[in-house]
């Protein structure tokens, strides 16, 4: 079975601008999260999306948004891009159910950098 | 506010030996704990999860789940120079999981 696939890889931009990235789960999981890592604040959640729907959300400004399409791929969006929004944006994907066995599976990661 | 506190390390090990890493959490709601390995520049790999108390082995890793003191724990028996890494810990609570910041293990041969 094929794991999580993020595109791109790799990304340069410059402030002001925006990106959207990508992210294609497991299939058959319906649950797609994302977190930005940076070296300073470690691993961070971003949002999660389940069946289409944002179903948590973590506390980053609305420069950051995100979507998910009926197949379970899911972007993110960040717009006005500010140096600090250099990371590692990594997504994970689940089944995305209620039990405490719901175990998330990360992708690669976009390494995004902002000049 | 939830939170999931880890020393950050360096914590460093000769190979061969236990090398114990712990995490504590604050929220009593917290269903399921998991440990992720994390190599530098890569994404972080899932090594096993626990969500009863007590000891959970798998191969060389076990990990430990105190509830009642809000503490869980991973250690890794016969530590090899390949397992040197960072080691998340992350709490499974109302579909959403916390990471703690990590701590970085040395492992030297």
């Known amino acids: 079975k094929a794991g999580v696939t993020q595109t791109p890889r790799y990304l340069i931009k410059t402030r002001g601008q925006q990106v959207t990235l990508s992210c294609s789960p497991i299939?058959?999981?319906?649950?797609v999260s994302w977190y930005q890592q940076t070296p300073g604040q470690g691993l961070q959640f971003l949002f999660e999306?389940?069946?289409?729907?944002?179903?948590n959300k973590g506390n980053f400004p609305g420069r950051f948004s995100g979507r998910q399409f009926s197949n379970s791929r899911s972007e993110m969006n960040v717009s006005t891009l500010e140096l600090g929004d250099s990371a590692l944006y990594l997504c994970a994907s689940s089944f995305g159910s209620s039990t405490t066995t719901d175990t998330q599976y990360f992708g690669p990661g976009t390494r995004l950098t902002v000049l | 506010q939830k939170e999931v506190e880890q020393n950050s390390g360096p914590l460093s090990v000769p190979e061969g030996a236990i090398a114990s890493l712990n995490c504590t959490y604050s929220?009593?709601?917290?269903?399921?704990f998991f440990w992720y390995r994390q190599y530098s520049g890569k994404s972080p790999e899932l090594i096993m999860f626990?969500?009863?108390?007590g000891d959970k082995e798998d191969g060389r890793f076990t990990a430990q789940l105190n509830k009642a003191s809000q503490y869980v724990s991973l250690l890794i028996r016969d530590s090899q120079p390949s397992d040197s890494a960072t080691y998340l810990c992350?709490?499974?609570?109302?579909?959403?999981?916390?990471f703690g910041g990590g701590t970085r293990l040395m492992v030297k041969p």
């Open positions: 999306y389940f069946s289409e729907t944002q179903r």
């Open positions: 929220d009593r709601g917290s269903q399921s």
């Open positions: 299939s058959g999981h319906r649950s």
């Open positions: 992350a709490v499974h609570a109302g579909n959403m999981l916390t």
């Open positions: 626990i969500y009863s108390n």
